[in-house]
């Protein structure tokens, strides 16, 4: 090691820093408020069955994200040639996270397990063209679907067999356009 | 003895009425005080000012004025009653791009919907119990964005807060490195000054004498 090489290792550990950080500590006033020990499981489980037993019918607030799915759709349609394909794609992507969001809460797991595919297909598109809308509009249907057959439950093997169906869709258009999958997506996966 | 959740009040901000009651009631059952709800991050901002919450739960996507939004004028706004407050944020979004967006604005905890009683629960805990230290760096402000706790670091300090070490310590840590560096050898059967032949006609690890130049 050379002379020079020596002084720049050493000047490695002497470096200024590159940013200035104040690292504060607030004081736990929460802590002190609630103590400890936790709550009690049969808390837990007397939220747990309020939430499992609420009366919230989710079909007008399911029929709302559809339809704000629908006017996504519309308006992906009338500006197919905006460049901003990001703020195009999130006019659907955000009604599709809501459904997956809620669908679960108000005792519609199957709508969730549905967007929540719509959701990943969305997340990794890089712009929406008319074959990605067939798509979408096939989730949009199916939910609609369970919906309005008020299927609550998971759906058994007929809900399985509807994902494996929009799961197969989302693959072969996939397989057709892959250069319209963003594979540098951090939830981008090459396995099928 | 058990959390003495009556003490604490919570700000729930939620633009969909039906989750916002649901969340209001999992609180109320948990034992949670108080419970004020806001019906977007706008009226949600100027309740926090009012009431000053121990702790909100925002959802992330709202008319007017989003959970994000809200996180970083509750952290940044000189009105802020407490720009330390926890912040969980609900959303139906759980993509990696995402929560670290969210991360990004200064919310605490995540929380995805749908959840379960036992996953909002486990928010509250993390936040009473798990405090995140704060930090002020360029134009962040919020809580530490490192969730683990490394407690053994060895590579170079270049913090205000980190003591500079002297010439006889950074001549020990480079012993250290050199004993550590030979054990590798030994370990591998090279010698000072070998090189690995990586390439695919090296086939293997192997060793190769530098030629003199």
Redesign the interface.
């Known amino acids: 090691m050379t002379k020079a090489q020596k002084a720049q290792t050493?000047n490695?550990?002497?470096?200024?820093?590159?940013?200035?950080?104040?690292?504060?500590?607030?004081p736990?006033?929460?802590?002190e408020?609630?103590?400890?020990?936790?709550?009690?499981n049969d808390?837990?489980n007397?939220?747990?069955e309020?939430?499992e037993n609420?009366a919230?019918d989710f079909q007008p607030?399911a029929e709302m994200y559809l339809k704000a799915l629908m006017d996504g759709i519309a308006d992906v349609r009338a500006d197919k040639d905006d460049p901003d394909t990001e703020s195009l794609i999130t006019a659907i992507l955000?009604p599709a996270?809501?459904l997956?969001?809620?669908?679960?809460?108000?005792h519609y797991?199957l709508v969730?397990t549905i967007?929540d595919r719509l959701?990943q297909f969305l997340?990794v598109l890089v712009k929406p063209d008319e074959d990605a809308l067939e798509i979408v509009l096939a989730y949009h249907t199916t939910i609609r679907a369970v919906i309005m057959g008020r299927i609550t439950g998971d759906g058994g093997k007929h809900g399985l067999a509807l994902i494996k169906a929009l799961d197969a869709a989302c693959i072969r258009y996939f397989d057709r356009f892959p250069y319209n999958k963003n594979s540098k997506?951090?939830?981008f996966d090459e396995t099928p | 003895m058990t959390y003495q959740l009556h003490r604490i009040s919570v700000l729930v901000v939620e633009d969909n009425a039906p989750m916002l009651e649901i969340t209001k009631s999992l609180l109320l059952t948990f034992g949670v005080g108080s419970v004020i709800s806001a019906a977007n991050g706008d009226i949600g901002f100027r309740r926090f000012c009012q009431y000053n919450p121990d702790i909100i739960i925002a959802d992330w996507m709202m008319e007017m004025l989003n959970g994000i939004d809200l996180t970083e004028r509750i952290r940044n706004n000189p009105a802020s009653p407490n720009p330390y407050v926890p912040v969980i944020l609900m959303t139906g979004f759980s993509e990696k791009d995402r929560v670290l967006h969210a991360r990004d604005s200064g919310v605490t905890e995540f929380l995805v919907k749908p959840f379960t009683a036992q996953d909002l629960y486990k928010r509250i805990t993390q936040v009473i119990e798990r405090p995140r230290q704060f930090v002020r760096s360029g134009d962040f402000f919020g809580p530490d964005r490192r969730r683990k706790n490394l407690t053994e670091y060895f590579g170079p300090k270049r913090r205000d807060a980190d003591e500079i070490p002297t010439e006889q310590v950074l001549k020990e840590q480079q012993q250290e490195a050199n004993v550590a560096l030979q054990k590798m050898r030994d370990h591998a059967g090279l010698e000072k000054g070998d090189s690995i032949d990586l390439t695919p006609e090296g086939k293997s690890l192997s060793n190769k004498r530098k030629s003199p130049t």
């Open positions: 050493e490695r550990y002497k470096q200024k820093q590159l940013r200035k950080a104040e690292f504060i500590m607030p736990n006033t929460l802590k408020k609630v103590g400890s020990g936790g709550i009690g808390i837990l007397k939220a747990q309020l939430l609420t919230v607030l955000y996270m809501q997956k969001a809620n669908g679960g809460m108000f797991p969730t967007a959701v997340e997506h951090p939830d």
